[in-house]
């Protein structure tokens, strides 16, 4: 068999295996469709072969189209298409043999084969909405025909990854194979199906679709279940209006449509920003100054120091991806609370369907409570998560550097606290580095793993790696105030807290960012985590700081007792047992009385200015953080805002948002407001240069490395 090709084919006693070989995940890039067609074509006629099996080198089946042809000149579907017309149109049977991935034109493939087989460990998908295009090699016609309207757009409008057992039931999968023996077992499907007369095509049937037919209003109701995550975003809705016609239209014309649908998407702003955002995410792994091949030190078991909110959260992100993890707590009591916060937890994804009983007690049994140090010694990795306080940290570390085992890695979990000054009161600062968690801990993607001063590269490679065990997205970040994320979200929200002393309401606020794409608004955000933290840190920042900006009415808030939803009021008022705000006249009244008496004029906002005033604060200091070298590339900010903050994913992320704006715009409106504002609008020299070489933000590289 030929090596270096990236479709290879071999005759294994009449059966044609054609392995596709294009590393790292067998995407179809040129060439690849070509060959496959080239060996279906001379499979069919050669006398020799009977029947084919399709399946991928390596990790995986085929994870789609090369995401890197689209928006180029080279229009990728083309040949795609192609590729699937053949297929189906083949006289001898072929068997998708699937494992790994098998993803939007990979599963394609699978649909246009005339069988399929997979190993349980294989999951399968049609993730192009989160791309934002469609799937445009047949995925649309074929799926419902498969599996029926409805659940083809759940997995269309979704894009998740099913696992091949739930394929296999769903009707996507028809057989299981061994894991292990993917290849013996579609030889010999293939040799079962060898003499089948009439090869089986999706594209003939019609059965699943009588779903649609009696009842119309299935895609109605689809558009209306999705409305609420997909505002301003086009890719669900089209994928739906595909559906819709493979349903009304005989097969080629629903093929013609689907295109349609599909030009209409690869090259809109939704469409650029998300693949952006896919890629800016593989990057953010990528860590240039700690080489590819530093050995990883071995994680099996975890401990969390701390079972509060945040360490309760951390310790079910380790259960859910299968980690035994110890929960350490000093006293039996603030365990016990931690504990059955977890349950609750658990409990109400129980009651609304997204967790199974037996999946709730299989993480419970991961979660092992304990109350002495001495438990925890023998444990692979802790993470501190206990009060913000300086001397309480200290106090942790010194007593984690006298347990924990020679090797054992000693992350901490705060969102600001300088990670020099907790690992220098250990023996061993190299073991020690920040790994921040953002709230919930146990639902946001973002990991920032912190680099000490002394932290050893095998300490931060095997945290960047630990947090995607965990299901997160690491980035990496430079120690110092606020380290990344949460220095440059802290101008954000300094301007809303200053824009409704302006005259801004909450209300207005959180309407303009909600429209903008944010799942809530940040006064929202803000009552749903509790007014005092920020109160108490305001205050200790004040004391600290002589020339610290009070943020008068914020603290104006808190000292009514309004701390939010927890005491029924805060920027909103809630009604008893109801999560939704209700925007609150007193309080505007009280507002407006604030103002008069500090002296702060009035005004009203345009929805323009606000958003503005909130981003461009931050694009501003994203701008400093890159001079001063604290993370490696502008992208990471990016991924940082997606993953902690949940910036709307189609907008790409902060700075890529703002070079939809375009840097020299950028750059004059913080250079007004600096005008206008004062000092803190200040704008960042390493703005200016982009201003004035016109570099795109999203490209900009920092001034010194990390
Ligand atoms: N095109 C181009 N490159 C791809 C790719 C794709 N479809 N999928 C993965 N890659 C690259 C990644 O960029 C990365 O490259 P790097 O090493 O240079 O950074 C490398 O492959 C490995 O990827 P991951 O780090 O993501 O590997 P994982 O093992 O963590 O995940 C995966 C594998 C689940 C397959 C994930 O890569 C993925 O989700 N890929 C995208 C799948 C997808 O969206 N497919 C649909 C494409 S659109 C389509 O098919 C259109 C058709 O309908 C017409």
Known sequence: MPEGTLVRFENVDGIGVITIDNPPVNALSPGVPEGIVENVERSNADPAVRAMVLIGAGRSFIAGADI????????PPVEGRRTHQILDASQKPVVAAIHGYALGGGLEIALASHYRIAVPSAKVGLPEVLIGILPGSGGTQRLPRLIGPKAAME????GRHVPAEEAHRLGIIDELAPEGGLREAAIAMARRVADTRL?????DRDDKLAEAKADPGIFEAMRKSIARRARNQKAPYNCIAAVEAACN????????RERELFDELENSAEARALRYAFFAEREVAKLPDIPRDTPLRPIKTAAIVGAGTMGGGIAMSFAEFD???KLLEASQEALDRGLSRIRANYETSVKRGSLTEAEMNRRLAL?????RYDDIGQCDVVIEAVFERIPVKEEVFKKLDQVMKPGALLYTNTSGIDIDIIANVTKRPQDVAGTHFFAPANVMKLFEVVKGAKSAPDTLATAMDLGRKIGKISGMAGNGDGFVANRSRTPFGTEMNIMVEEGALPEQVDKVMVDFGYPIGPFSTADLSGLDIGYDSRQRR?????NYRKMQIADMIVEMGRLGQKTGAGWFRYEKGDRTPHPDPELAQKIREKAAELGIAQRTFNDEEILRRLLFASVNEACKILEEGKVYRASDIDVMWLGGFNFPRYRGGLMYWADTIGVAEVYRQIQAWHQQYGARWAPSPFLRRLAETGTPL????PSRPM
Do not use: W, Y
């Open 367 to 371: 979660i092992e409570p304990v109350t």
């Open 542 to 546: 004040a004391q600290q700081d002589p």
């Open 155 to 158: 997995m269309i409008t979704s």
């Open 68 to 75: 890197r042809t689209f928006g180029t000149r080279r229009a």
């Open 199 to 203: 090869v089986p095509r999706i594209r």
């Open 323 to 325: 980690f035994p993890v």
């Open 698 to 701: 999203r490209e900009a590289k």
């Open 249 to 256: 239209l005989p097969f080629e014309d629903g093929i013609r």
